[in-house]
């Protein structure tokens, strides 16, 4: 079973800028995409960034060009680390935060973060 824990939210102000972390671990498959969603208040999930397991990146049209997907470069099949720079932040970024781990046989969320965007 794989795990999948987000960090790094917070209160920041207006124009500034948060690094968000998700540490993936467990039975992964070598072959697996992940992703950030974003969930405003009253709002439905949506998707912010994904990379695929080839690299191939997708952005949400609210988050292109302020916020940037990486993943780190192992190849340990047992822990990853996934990442969202967020740069030029709006209060309209705020909510929560989720990472997501998929694969053929798993579809793993975790528990979110939240992060608000306040002066």
């Known amino acids: 079973q794989v795990q999948v824990v987000e960090s790094g939210g917070g209160l920041v102000q207006p124009g500034g800028s948060l690094n968000l972390s998700c540490a993936v671990s467990?039975?992964?498959?070598?072959?697996?995409?992940m992703y950030w969603f974003h969930q405003a208040p009253g709002h439905e999930r949506e998707l912010a960034a994904r990379?695929?397991?080839?690299?191939?990146?997708?952005?949400?049209?609210s988050v292109k060009g302020r916020f940037t997907i990486s993943r780190d470069n192992t190849r340990d099949v047992t822990k990853r680390m996934l990442y969202l720079q967020m740069n030029s932040l709006k209060p309209e970024d705020s909510g929560v935060y989720y990472c997501r781990y998929v694969d053929s046989r798993e579809d793993r969320w975790g528990q979110g973060i939240q992060v608000t965007v306040s002066s």
């Open positions: 990379i695929r397991n080839d690299g191939d990146i997708l952005y949400g049209n």
């Open positions: 467990g039975s992964m498959l070598s072959f697996h995409h």
